[in-house]
């Protein structure tokens, strides 16, 4: 059984982990230096760790960016690709995997499109990985997901963890896979998944309800 590895993206770690929202941003301003030497080693440290993990025998990574949400608000696009692109794909070119998956976080407040539109306009694009998952019941929809990255990206999306998957009925599941594959299926390069992590109460039904809808409307004309 395939499986690949998390790993967050050093700036999301510099936030939430070795440091916090309030000395990254505060050192982004005024010891913009100090901050990019401390990126340098957790690049070094998840380049080193995703390696291992390959060698024990991970396919891949999941690589995370975002954090929640709220570096789409609080960061230029600018200041995106300086202290985190620049490093993500430093990481992402060091790793030697054959799977390689970008999760776009977000949240319910903000999410990459609607601060800085960076979804529709295709700046995933600059990011070196196989594939793409984001939660897009939340924003961006597949169909139009498809049709900017679907020339250069694996597209893995089209089940709502929040809703309909937790609270929903079986047949409501039934027709939102129907729906995603309807949206994103054609031509290939479309994997059926959740936006996040499926939460733990989410039915067993519900689970279910998936892998039968997929044997039912995922085959390609």
Same mark, same amino acid.
């Given at each position: 059984?395939?499986?690949?590895?998390?790993?967050?993206?050093? !700036?999301?770690?510099?936030?939430?982990? =070795?440091?916090?929202? #309030?000395?990254?941003?505060?050192?982004?301003?005024?010891? *913009?230096?100090?901050?990019?030497?401390?990126?340098? /080693?957790?690049?070094?440290?998840?380049?080193? @760790?995703?390696?291992?993990?390959?060698?024990?025998?991970?396919?891949? /990574?999941?690589?995370?960016?975002?954090?929640?949400?709220? /570096?789409?608000?609080?960061?230029?696009?600018?200041?995106?690709?300086?202290?985190?692109? +620049?490093? &993500?794909?430093?990481?992402?070119?060091? !790793?030697?995997?054959?799977?390689?998956?970008?999760?776009?976080?977000?949240?319910?407040? #903000?999410? *990459?499109?609607?601060?800085? %539109?960076?979804? #529709?306009?295709?700046? @995933?694009?600059?990011?070196? =990985?196989? +594939?793409? %998952?984001?939660?897009?019941?939340? @924003?961006?929809?597949?169909?139009? +997901?498809?049709?900017?990255?679907? &020339?250069?990206?694996?597209? /893995? +999306?089209?089940?709502?963890?929040?809703?309909?998957? $937790?609270?929903?009925?079986?047949?409501? =599941?039934?027709?939102? $896979?129907?729906?995603?594959? #309807?949206?994103?299926?054609?031509?290939?390069?479309?994997?059926?998944?959740?936006?996040?992590?499926? %939460?733990?109460?989410?039915?067993?039904?519900?689970? %279910?309800?998936?892998?039968?809808?997929?044997?039912?409307?995922?085959?390609?004309?």
């Amino acid at each position: 059984m395939p499986f690949i590895y998390t790993i967050p993206s050093p !700036i999301v770690q510099a936030l939430h982990g =070795v440091s916090n929202p #309030e000395r990254v941003y505060s050192d982004m301003e005024k010891q *913009p230096d100090t901050l990019k030497e401390g990126l340098e /080693i957790i690049t070094q440290t998840c380049i080193d @760790f995703g390696n291992a993990c390959t060698v024990e025998g991970a396919a891949g /990574i999941f690589f995370g960016i975002g954090g929640g949400g709220d /570096i789409w608000s609080r960061m230029s696009r600018e200041e995106l690709e300086e202290y985190a692109l +620049a490093y &993500d794909n430093k990481v992402l070119d060091a !790793i030697d995997a054959p799977i390689k998956l970008l999760h776009i976080c977000s949240n319910q407040r #903000e999410n *990459p499109q609607k601060d800085g %539109n960076l979804m #529709e306009d295709g700046w @995933f694009k600059k990011y070196h =990985v196989d +594939a793409i %998952n984001w939660w897009d019941s939340s @924003f961006t929809s597949i169909k139009k +997901a498809k049709s900017i990255y679907g &020339d250069r990206f694996c597209i /893995i +999306a089209g089940l709502d963890q929040r809703s309909t998957m $937790v609270r929903g009925t079986p047949n409501q =599941v039934e027709e939102q $896979v129907k729906l995603a594959i #309807e949206n994103a299926g054609n031509d290939g390069g479309f994997i059926l998944g959740p936006g996040f992590a499926l %939460n733990q109460k989410t039915p067993l039904a519900n689970y %279910n309800a998936v892998g039968k809808a997929v044997e039912k409307f995922g085959r390609y004309k």
